[in-house]
């Protein structure tokens, strides 16, 4: 309604306040109407009264609230699986950007081994240190270290003057003891033969008899202590056990010498020198390629070029398992002297086997509790721990011989964190960086493990 229209309402409701309230019928009321109408139509030519339309039909107007409803349907699941997808491709991204990116590479062949060289220690055949059984003064020693003794020579002599006063004691407590049982003796006969007459009682017959034991009984002993005594005396003698060389003196004349290894120190050390036992531990593989009897040279460093002849006397017949080995000994010859006790050497086993042998770099290294292992990434993209059969240590690479194959992709430098079937992600190397992370091939001879 119009401005004016609005106008005339207060008009029209003050002459119907003044007028007296009447029954106006409805046509009066559709007339007056109507004639507001025309009158706002001559007041206001501009504005025209929109057209009045029919009411739309009860279905037409069902179909269009639910096309209005259908369409709010399809834009709220739009919008549903418009948020869904883009939450799915956000957990994707984050889940790749949490898994660990590592860098592999594969181990690398070598050939097959015709020689095992492992370290060895050069140790005396025999090798003991020399005591005094009994407590004196040393009056003078009659070899110096580095002296080649044979069996049974004067080492050294030690003053005993307790040990000798002992054994004089001794020896004249033995005395009395016999004296005592020759009258014991005696006594027992006469008080045997007066038995026989009844002159004395049985009673007394049997103490006579009986003393007569006890003081057989007193002589052994005192024969025993005797004897005991006189090789006392005799260790004041120090002799060599063996022959061999003197490698250590820790004493000098005028000492005072306990008995033993507990209170007292060793008066000399002595060791066989005319072979030597060379202990070298052999790696599980080559375990059975090692036969007792067989020639195996030996070398050292301090004589290039030379070899010294040695037999596979012994082995274990058992494999180490902390370290997986073959405890080997190898007598060698040494008659001139030539080799000395306690030198490293190399020893040489002819294997001629064809174990696979692999390198890897240190730096791939896992040492745990259970033993070394390498994490190795699967076609899965899943980390595999490996336990290895370690062989000899290059320093930088490390001999494999088994546990691993040649298209492994090994994992360099990894974290003491990775577990078992952990998911990784393999970065792609810079072809400088694989060539350096890659072992050194070739037939290579180092210590063992």
Not at 359 to 388: C, S, W, Y
Request: aromatic share 4%.
């Amino acid at each position: 309604m119009s401005a004016e229209n609005e106008q005339e309402r207060p008009h029209l409701d003050e002459r119907q306040s003044h007028e007296p309230e009447q029954h106006i019928s409805q046509a009066q009321l559709d007339e007056e109407i109507e004639a507001i109408q025309q009158h706002s139509k001559h007041q206001h030519p501009g504005i025209e009264r929109p057209p009045e339309l029919p009411p739309a039909p009860p279905r037409k107007a069902l179909l269009l609230v639910g096309f209005a409803l259908l369409a709010l349907l399809l834009a709220g699941a739009f919008t549903l699986v418009a948020r869904s997808s883009h939450s799915r491709a956000l957990a994707k991204e984050t889940e790749q950007n949490s898994v660990r990116s590592v860098s592999v590479v594969h181990p690398v062949a070598e050939k097959p081994d015709v020689e095992l060289v492992l370290p060895g220690s050069l140790l005396a055949f025999k090798e003991s240190p020399i005591f005094a059984r009994t407590n004196g003064y040393l009056v003078r020693w009659t070899r110096d270290i580095g002296s080649r003794v044979k069996k049974g020579e004067l080492l050294a002599v030690i003053d005993t003057p307790e040990v000798d006063q002992e054994l004089n004691q001794g020896r004249a407590t033995r005395q009395q003891i016999l004296s005592q049982m020759e009258l014991a003796k005696i006594s027992a006969d006469r008080w045997e033969n007066l038995r026989k007459t009844d002159s004395v009682s049985a009673q007394e017959a049997d103490q006579q008899s009986s003393g007569y034991q006890q003081a057989k009984a007193n002589l052994v002993a005192a024969d025993a202590n005797v004897r005991r005594l006189e090789q006392l005396e005799s260790f004041k003698d120090v002799y060599a056990p063996f022959s061999g060389v003197i490698t250590r003196r820790n004493v000098d004349s005028g000492a005072l010498i306990n008995a033993g290894a507990a209170s007292g120190r060793e008066l000399f050390d002595m060791a066989q020198v005319d072979t030597l036992r060379v202990y070298a531990n052999v790696p599980q593989t080559y375990a059975p390629y090692i036969r007792i009897g067989s020639k195996v040279p030996v070398t050292l460093r301090e004589f290039p070029g030379q070899e010294f002849p040695g037999i596979v006397a012994r082995t274990a017949e058992s494999i180490d398992p902390a370290t997986r080995t073959l405890l080997t000994e190898v007598d060698v010859t040494n008659k001139d002297g030539r080799l000395l006790p306690g030198s490293f050497g190399q020893v040489h086993f002819a294997v001629g086997s064809n174990v696979q042998k692999l390198t890897v770099p240190i730096n791939a290294m896992l040492f745990r509790a259970e033993g070394p292992r390498v994490a190795v990434v699967g076609p899965d993209h899943k980390v595999q721990l490996r336990l290895l059969n370690i062989g000899r240590d290059y320093g930088t690479s490390i001999e494999v011989l088994g546990g691993l194959e040649v298209s492994d992709q090994i994992i360099v430098n990894p974290s003491d964190s990775l577990e078992d079937g952990q998911l990784v992600n393999v970065a792609q190397p810079s072809p400088g960086q694989r060539q350096q992370d890659q072992p050194q091939t070739g037939n290579r001879k180092g210590s063992g493990s």
